[in-house]
């Protein structure tokens, strides 16, 4: 049994077929994750969609309506760059109503891991890059709306700089936003986080684990939120098909634990989602997703000085 929930619904396939958003990547971890042994199906929640006065908390009414009743325009939905149906729509409801209750389970438990979410690519009032909304800013909101949380951190490793995010939080001083990612890739241009890290193409391990825990002790210096999502992508990978760094797969469990370990010495829950993964082989991606939940395994409970 694990320390903390994993959320996860069957609803997170988006059943897109041949396409290089392996979207069928979050029941393979979920069945990877009772395979090897490492969570029980106790350990698993199903999340609730979130509402619509849940998504109204960061996007637009007319975004919205647009989603609901297919009503975008041509080039909206070639900037999603994966095709509409109702059944998308409903399931990136689902996935924002995960973070959110990853987000609780966090505050909880110390740790709370969607195995879904991290669409960070979405503004208030359009989608790109596979993400018509974005959960984690939901969660967020949500959150600070119940009274939760009063000022959050997203902490953001995907090779994709999440726009979205910084977008969403620019002009606000309780939710700080960190990136690290390739900085000759999509997104062009890149709107502002509080703190973006631009990592040269090809970089390795070592100088990308230095320049994350330079950055990520730097932010958490200045800035103490009651929680952290993080946003950690599969993405850095040196197979990645999407991505240009040349992280390897231990480099991406070192990455992971670094995140884990700052937030942990300093008492910071911290709420996981998945984000991209494009690898050749989906099994590396999938397992890159599994070695998140083991780092956050063996973190929690641990006391860091
Ligand atoms: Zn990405």
Not at 95 to 111: E, M, P, V, Y
Not at 242 to 262: A, H
Not at 272 to 298: E, F, P, S
Request: proline share 5%; charged share 25%.
């Amino acid at each position: 049994m694990l320390p903390f929930k994993l959320v996860y619904h069957d609803r997170y396939d988006l059943r897109l077929g041949e396409h290089v958003f392996p979207s069928q990547k979050f029941r393979l971890i979920r069945d990877a994750l009772i395979l090897q042994n490492i969570a029980e199906p106790i350990d698993i929640l199903v999340p609730h969609p979130a509402t619509d006065a849940d998504v109204l908390l960061v996007h637009t009414p007319q975004w919205v309506n647009k989603l609901q009743h297919n009503r975008l325009t041509l080039s909206e939905r070639m900037l999603l760059e994966i095709p509409y149906s109702k059944d998308v729509v409903e399931a990136f409801w689902v996935a924002a109503g995960g973070s959110i209750l990853a987000g609780r389970c966090a505050l909880q438990d110390g740790f709370g891991v969607n195995l879904g979410g991290g669409f960070h690519h979405a503004f208030p009032g359009r989608g790109e890059g596979f993400c018509m909304i974005h959960d984690v800013a939901i969660a967020i909101r949500r959150l600070q709306a119940d009274g939760l949380i009063h000022r959050a951190m997203v902490v953001d490793t995907d090779v994709h700089q999440g726009n979205g995010t910084a977008a969403i939080f620019a002009d606000d001083s309780d939710v700080f936003t960190f990136s690290i990612h390739q900085e000759n890739n999509y997104p062009m241009p890149k709107p502002p986080s509080d703190v973006d890290i631009n990592i040269e193409d090809a970089a390795e391990d070592d100088e990308y684990l230095d320049a994350l825990r330079k950055g990520l002790e730097g932010v958490l210096a200045r800035f103490h939120p009651d929680l952290i999502f993080y946003v950690g992508g599969a993405d850095p990978y040196r197979e990645d098909q999407l991505g240009g760094l040349w992280l390897t797969m231990s480099g991406l469990l070192k990455r992971d634990q670094l995140v884990f370990e700052e937030a942990r010495r300093r008492d910071v829950p911290v709420a996981v989602t998945l984000a991209g993964g494009y690898a050749r082989r989906v099994a590396d991606t999938v397992q890159i997703h599994v070695n998140t939940v083991l780092a956050a395994r063996a973190i929690a409970g641990r006391r860091i000085n």
